[in-house]
């Protein structure tokens, strides 16, 4: 019966979510402070019936109910209990469940926390978040029902996709989610601001803290994403730009561009229509990514559906909402005149710039990864796109952005002098020797390492010095002082950029200096890596909880010093016929010793592949400064409190 009630939930939030839609957008059009007041109570009820339907849906996933279609294809009565509940969003059904579920949350919170918006704001981007829920809800009902029912129900399931069942999939996908859907907030702002004619300071600082939480999440997502395929796929990389990993990049850098922009509008009142774009263009590569994950129509490794009428249908959503919302713009940008007069060296300048930057980058990320779909389909030719292309085509956006950053925080609204600039001279002159010595010290030399040696030092100093020119002149003392009492948003700048340095540094380390050897090995057999040697010391099998393992203990020895025993496997899930590959990887502050057994040889032996990765964990720690740097800023009062520059001006109320 729980999960009938939790069907029907289903369906009554879709109903609830049309109301919401439909009515306060009436009243604010014709000022009807009633009507607009159904926004909030819908918004509440509306979350509270999705999340009343997802946790029926959890709860038929850890009771093993198989009557339910989605628990026999997505989960087994051996698997952990972890990766049961994880089950709930590893496929097609239960994540379009669990977007829905955030969509309602966002929309709540908006409704929660927004209730110093005008009314009529705050009643369209209540009714624009509820058309958007209107559509993914109709996608479930009709197309994509987690609740479907069996007539005769199996003994058992057929287990989850076996490179699912890892701790890092198990939060990574939510997490996304959260990044996705979090930008449908600055998408509703948007197309609210465009319905009423007006975008000003005011609305800047309302989209800011919507689009830093969507960005926020987006990191700790990509960078889970990002950690998992290092340790679980077994090839030892980060990044492979494969269409799914690009489906979350493309976002996360208009989001970006959208945080720095919406900067402008609040305190220059400039950029307006460019920022609306930004905002409109964020949802709109999410529901791109939405695309690509489920349409089949372009192959990935972590693609989990293939269904092309789906397809269309995400296809239709995105046309309709990005669309529309593109039309709107070009209906309304017009009246929206930027105010803001500035200088070219000034911080709206570098401003400007950074967008310019991310956004180009991002399009030619949107380019390499639809080249492949689009040469088929008009010319008739397979092509593939790999990591030459977009490492040749990305790497100097990311080079450019880089060394404006730091200018842009530092440099003053409107105008700006050479003095101003000359602050950042000890953190370009300190990159610039890093990267001198860093090219003295490599035996074989490339620019790779010293130029992201370089960036970092330069990335990282430059915003200790921004953050230390905003204490003022004084005693050192009281500078200190200052510098404790600094705005949540200063520091979370810091540490944001800060963090970029830190991960491009480690990118750049790794892609350099990485060092790989292949050998076939028996037992008691020894490889030689750079300082590092490896014995085979022992090949078992071992039964897991619902898998088979092939499992390796490579003893390694470091310039003589025993540094232990890594554990590598090769796992095979017996319901999914799917292998999995578990690195050992002896993880260090300025590299990671990484092993990874393979198949046995006809000859006899074992396929063993060695790896010296130096400063890996750099660039997932510069993801968790970065992310910490969006968690502060969003500590920042300013973010709590109304904007106050725009007072709601009462409205009058038609007689009944």
């Known amino acids: 019966m729980i999960v009938e009630f939790g069907h029907f939930a289903l369906v009554l939030a879709f109903a609830t979510a049309l109301v919401q839609m439909v009515i306060p957008l009436i009243g604010a059009h014709y000022r009807w402070s009633g009507w607009m007041a159904v926004a909030s109570p819908a918004a509440t009820v509306q979350v509270l019936l999705v999340a009343f339907s997802f946790a029926a849906l959890t709860y038929a996933f850890v009771t093993s109910d198989f009557s339910l279609r989605l628990v026999v294809l997505n989960s087994h009565t051996d698997k952990p209990m972890l990766y049961k509940v994880t089950g ?23 409704a929660w926390f927004g209730q110093q918006l005008p009314p009529t704001l705050r009643a369209r981007v209540l009714g624009v978040q509820a058309s958007v829920g209107v559509a993914f809800y109709a996608f479930i009902i009709f197309t994509s029902n987690p609740f479907t029912r069996l007539a005769v129900p199996p003994f058992n399931g057929e287990d989850l996709n076996p490179l699912l069942q890892d701790p890092g999939l198990a939060f990574h996908p939510p997490f996304l989610y959260l990044g996705y859907v979090g930008l449908s ?34 990191t700790i997502g990509i960078a889970l994403g990002s950690w998992w395929a290092y340790y679980e796929l077994g090839w030892g990389g980060f990044w492979f730009w494969d269409p799914v990993e690009n489906a979350s990049f493309m976002p996360w850098l208009i989001a970006a561009a959208l945080l720095h922009s919406a900067i402008v509008v609040e305190k220059r009142e400039a950029l307006k229509s460019w920022t609306i774009l930004l905002a409109i263009l964020a949802f709109g590569f999410s529901l791109v990514g939405t695309f690509i994950v489920r349409s089949g129509v372009l192959t990935s490794v972590h693609a989990f559906a293939n269904d092309p009428e789906r397809g269309v249908y995400i296809l239709a959503i995105l046309g309709i909402f990005t669309g529309g919302a593109l039309a ?163 520091w979370g700048k810091a540490l944001a950029h800060g963090g970029l340095g830190i991960t491009i540094f480690g990118v750049a380390a790794l892609v350099t200096w990485e060092q790989e050897k292949i050998e076939v090995m028996n037992i008691g057999d020894r490889m030689t890596l750079g300082a590092y040697e490896i014995v085979l010391e022992d090949v078992s099998r071992v039964q897991g909880p619902n898998y088979i393992s092939t499992l390796a203990r490579m003893h390694v020895y470091e310039d003589g010093r025993d540094i232990g025993v890594l554990p590598a496997e090769k796992r095979v899930y017996p319901v999914a016929q799917m292998p999995t590959t578990e690195a050992g990887i002896d993880n260090g502050f300025t590299r990671d010793f990484y092993a990874v057994i393979g198949d046995p040889q006809t000859g006899g032996g074992w396929a063993v592949r060695v790896y010296i990765k130096p400063f890996a964990n750099w660039v997932w720690g510069g993801a968790i400064i ?16 109304a904007a106050g520059a725009r007072k709601a001006t009462p409205q009058p109320v038609p007689a009944e």
């Open 88 to 110: 709930v969003w590893g496929n097609h059904e239960g994540s379009l469940l669990l977007w829905v579920l955030i969509l309602a949350l966002f929309g709540a919170a908006a």
């Open 185 to 218: 907030m600055a998408f509703s702002f948007a197309v609210a601001a465009l319905l009423e004619g007006r975008v000003d300071a005011a609305w800047g600082r309302w989209v800011r803290p919507w689009t830093l939480a969507a960005w926020l999440f987006l």
């Open 328 to 490: 709107l713009f070009a209906w309304r940008a017009p009246t929206m005149q930027a105010k803001g007069v500035f200088g070219v060296v000034s911080r709206e300048s570098a401003l400007v710039a950074n967008n310019l930057l991310l956004a180009v980058a991002c399009f030619v990320v949107f380019i390499g990864t639809i080249w492949p779909l689009i040469a088929e389909m008009a010319f008739d030719r397979k092509l593939s796109v790999g990591p030459p292309f977009f490492n040749a085509a990305f790497t100097p956006f990311v080079i450019a952005l880089a060394i404006i950053l730091p200018l842009g925080s530092i440099l003053p609204w409107k105008r700006g002098t050479g003095a101003t600039m000359r602050k950042m001279l000890p953190a370009a002159v300190l990159a610039i020797a890093v990267a001198g010595l860093v090219w003295a010290m490599e035996t074989e030399r490339s620019l790779g390492g010293p130029l992201g040696a370089a960036l970092g030092v330069w990335l990282v100093v430059a915003s200790l010095i921004d953050l230390w020119s905003r204490t003022g002149r004084g005693p050192l003392s009281g500078r200190l002082s200052r510098l404790t009492r600094l705005p949540g948003a200063d």
């Open 626 to 641: 970065m992310a910490l740097g969006g968690i502060v800023s969003l500590t920042d009062r300013r973010y709590r409190v």
